[in-house]
């Protein structure tokens, strides 16, 4: 058995820095390649010259298939160990780069390649990184990072609960924005109007991609016959569904810049953890109250009668403990369990970031650290 001590060795607050700058890179090279695809693809249909033509069509592949790496690594975590994140990464960070040099002698064509220029210093920054935490040393399992995180992990795909109802969302959000693209530029000129709203038409194609995500999961019974492995078990505070776990406060920035739906792309915490920790068993949790559209961990509904057997059997049959702080009575109970149960040794406390615009009727970050300390005391 490995020593507890040795975790604690880890330099975490260090690594989770160097996380960011990969989680912000991850993040501009996917709605990067969502965005310039369809207007591509919208340059192949209107142009007929084979240099043109060409241009559109390595422009897709490349667009495209680092949107592809960037979904696969949407952890974060996942974009130290998989091996064509640095060459996505250099790839959109050089196209973006070049965009902006080339349009530098046009002050009004430099404002429309902002994106890109946010793009390229975010993806640089994600491969500075990624290239430092690979070669992070861990003295006490004398590892290097990348090679400690791809022990045990092994990804099992499972059916969609809806069936293709992912795909039909999928298409929609990619023809809405192939559709925006086909405006003729010259028309959008002359009505400036229309070319302020487009940016916000452009929110409900982010939304039609969030809702295929949503619907690209499978349901709970399928999870677990088509995954045997010991589950990751998610306890949190149903008050915090869709809230706390929700998009970053640094991504929220880009709705105020006028990147209008760009943050609905932004994985949440929550599906950034289940994600990862699917590649070492279902991660699962109980269904709360709330009606909406979560994406991560696969929901199982319980009943109040039910709920605190199947919750303990399940800690029981759990891998590993995820509990994200927060405050209230069944969350209260479960840390209690938890205690009672001796799983606390393969319990992993969180702490997500409230978002500034829902504090007022959340549990702040204090709270939720004394509601732990005193149930960890007893």
């Given at each position: 058995m490995i020593d507890p001590d040795a975790y604690r060795s880890i330099d975490i607050t260090g690594l989770a820095r160097q996380c960011r700058f990969v989680t912000m890179g991850n993040y501009f090279m996917l709605v990067l390649g969502v965005l310039k695809?369809?207007?591509?693809?919208?340059l192949f249909i209107r142009e007929s010259t084979i240099s043109n033509l060409s241009i559109a069509m390595i422009g897709m592949a490349l667009y495209g298939s680092c949107a592809w790496v960037a979904w696969n690594t949407r952890s974060g975590l996942d974009a130290i160990t998989y091996r064509y994140s640095i060459p996505a990464f250099l790839a959109v960070a050089g196209v973006s780069i070049c965009n902006v040099v080339e349009a530098a002698a046009e002050p009004l064509n430099l404002v429309n390649h902002s994106f890109d220029a946010m793009a390229g210093l975010a993806t640089l920054g994600g491969v500075v990184a990624v290239l430092t935490l690979r070669r992070t040393w861990l003295p006490a399992f004398n590892v290097r990072l990348d090679k400690f995180l791809?022990?045990?992990?092994?990804?099992?795909?499972?059916?969609?609960?809806?069936?293709?109802?992912?795909?039909?969302?999928?298409?929609l959000g990619?023809?809405?924005?192939?559709?925006?693209?086909?405006?003729?530029?010259?028309f959008l000129a002359n009505h400036?109007?229309?070319?302020?709203?487009?940016?916000?038409?452009?929110?409900?194609?982010?939304?039609?991609?969030?809702?295929?995500?949503y619907y690209f999961q499978p349901d709970y019974q399928t999870l677990i016959r088509e995954d045997p492995r010991p589950?990751?078990?998610?306890?949190?505070?149903?008050?915090?569904?869709?809230?706390?776990?929700?998009?970053?406060?640094?991504?929220?920035?880009l709705n105020n810049l006028g990147f209008v739906g760009y943050s609905?792309?932004?994985?949440?915490?929550?599906?950034?953890?289940?994600?990862?920790?699917?590649?070492?068993?279902?991660?699962?949790?109980?269904?709360?109250?709330?009606?909406?559209?979560?994406?991560?961990?696969?929901?199982?509904?319980?009943?109040d009668e039910e709920w605190?057997?199947?919750?303990?059997?399940?800690?029981?049959?759990?891998?590993?403990?995820?509990?994200?702080?927060?405050?209230?009575?069944?969350?209260?109970?479960?840390?209690?369990?938890?205690?009672?149960?001796?799983?606390?040794?393969?319990?992993?406390?969180?702490?997500?970031?409230?978002?500034r615009r829902i504090r007022n009727h959340l549990a702040p970050t204090a709270a939720r650290l004394q509601f732990l300390s005193r149930g960890l005391a007893g």
């Amino acid at each position: 058995m490995i020593d507890p001590d040795a975790y604690r060795s880890i330099d975490i607050t260090g690594l989770a820095r160097q996380c960011r700058f990969v989680t912000m890179g991850n993040y501009f090279m996917l709605v990067l390649g969502v965005l310039k695809v369809p207007i591509l693809f919208a340059l192949f249909i209107r142009e007929s010259t084979i240099s043109n033509l060409s241009i559109a069509m390595i422009g897709m592949a490349l667009y495209g298939s680092c949107a592809w790496v960037a979904w696969n690594t949407r952890s974060g975590l996942d974009a130290i160990t998989y091996r064509y994140s640095i060459p996505a990464f250099l790839a959109v960070a050089g196209v973006s780069i070049c965009n902006v040099v080339e349009a530098a002698a046009e002050p009004l064509n430099l404002v429309n390649h902002s994106f890109d220029a946010m793009a390229g210093l975010a993806t640089l920054g994600g491969v500075v990184a990624v290239l430092t935490l690979r070669r992070t040393w861990l003295p006490a399992f004398n590892v290097r990072l990348d090679k400690f995180l791809q022990h045990g992990k092994a990804k099992v795909q499972v059916r969609p609960a809806k069936g293709s109802r992912w795909l039909v969302f999928l298409a929609l959000g990619l023809a809405w924005f192939v559709g925006i693209a086909l405006i003729p530029s010259a028309f959008l000129a002359n009505h400036h109007d229309l070319a302020t709203a487009v940016i916000y038409i452009n929110a409900l194609g982010f939304g039609f991609l969030s809702v295929a995500n949503y619907y690209f999961q499978p349901d709970y019974q399928t999870l677990i016959r088509e995954d045997p492995r010991p589950p990751i078990l998610l306890l949190r505070s149903f008050a915090d569904d869709g809230n706390a776990t929700a998009t970053s406060t640094d991504v929220n920035v880009l709705n105020n810049l006028g990147f209008v739906g760009y943050s609905l792309l932004n994985s949440s915490l929550e599906d950034r953890l289940a994600f990862h920790y699917s590649a070492f068993g279902p991660f699962v949790a109980s269904a709360g109250p709330s009606k909406g559209q979560i994406v991560g961990a696969i929901r199982v509904k319980l009943t109040d009668e039910e709920w605190q057997d199947k919750v303990l059997g399940m800690m029981k049959k759990s891998r590993l403990i995820i509990l994200l702080t927060g405050v209230g009575d069944s969350l209260s109970w479960e840390l209690k369990a938890l205690i009672r149960g001796k799983y606390i040794n393969k319990t992993v406390f969180m702490f997500s970031k409230v978002p500034r615009r829902i504090r007022n009727h959340l549990a702040p970050t204090a709270a939720r650290l004394q509601f732990l300390s005193r149930g960890l005391a007893g």
